[in-house]
């Protein structure tokens, strides 16, 4: 009632949508996996810097490079995923800002010389963009599996063996099967999470 | 075409929002808050943990607060804003899994007994919420001006002066007025964001 966003669209994205933990064996294709993108890419992250990097592991043998980094109980879903990605943050996102911020051209240099900051920064940016993705992967019909149960630097090493990306969460897409869902959880009431000043 | 979002909720959510620098007097009232908060609550996150944290200053005397703790070129758009959230993180987010991720009782000792370790699954969490929040303000018809320009420590110790949270955006909430959007900025193309392995 009090909401723009038609009916429709909050049971995609938010009401009817759920953490899957397994899917149909129907292939997510390269368009739904570039019409999310395009869709994302356009919400906000602090000095439009989009530090999101993807990496989509299509082939059976760049999954199987992640499997055995997962905790246990991730392993059998994402095998049988039939998309995964590893979401990560560029550490030296500041280098695209000369096309990302063209508004203030030294910005790169000025803001986010320090690379403790700047990956403080990249950090809280690529974490709405996972955020985004997450919504865009539901925008797209699909359900989403979002994880953070795996060995992060193991993933660095095998993945971003130069050091220039920090995975973050790693993501299944598909569409899920009839047993995807667990029951929703309990959120916090809003006097839990909201303070009026 | 490849999106099973429709087309005025794509446009709601991404294609012509945009961040707000500028708004209407028309106020946000406290159902469109609820109304946003209890959307955006049911999106995933680590452990469901649920670590943002929101404090709105409805009250003059609250924004005043703030203001002097921006960067200079936030200020004068913060104090005409209808209304003005603080997000931030709770650092003691796992106190709340007993109620919030039942399924495993002893998760909150667990996995989150360390403070840095918490801290960082906190931030990435609040990240991923911070987005829904974003998205959550256009999904209510509204336009939001998300900053990171300010000084958290300083924030953090007028705000939360128990060290409990830890501010990560200040975004202000409004009607768009009509001079409120900057032109859009470039994004990353597809294949600067995304790896095919």
Chains 1, 2 share one sequence.
Request: a neutral charge.
């Amino acid at each position: 009632m009090s909401l723009a966003l038609d009916a429709a669209a909050q049971d995609l994205l938010f009401r009817r949508a759920h953490t899957a933990r397994s899917f149909t064996d129907e292939p997510v294709t390269d368009e739904q996996v570039r019409a999310i993108y395009d869709l994302i890419k356009l919400a906000p992250t602090a000095h439009n810097s989009s530090p999101l990097r993807v990496t989509l592991l299509r082939s059976t043998e760049a999954k199987e490079r992640l499997l055995p980094l997962l905790s246990e109980k991730n392993r059998a879903q994402t095998a049988a995923a039939p998309l995964t990605a590893i979401l990560s943050v560029d550490l030296r996102f500041h280098e695209k800002l000369p096309k990302l911020f063209p508004v203030v051209p030294g910005l790169k240099d000025v803001a986010y010389a320090d690379p403790a900051g700047r990956a403080e920064a990249g950090v809280l940016s690529a974490g709405l963009q996972i955020g985004y993705f997450v919504l865009g992967v539901r925008a797209a019909g699909l359900a989403a599996g979002p994880m953070t149960g795996f060995d992060a630097g193991a993933v660095d090493k095998e993945f971003f063996g130069d050091g220039r990306q920090k995975a973050l969460v790693v993501v299944n897409i598909g569409r899920p099967s009839a047993t995807a869902y667990n029951p929703r959880l309990p959120r916090l009431d809003f006097e839990e999470a909201v303070t009026v000043l």
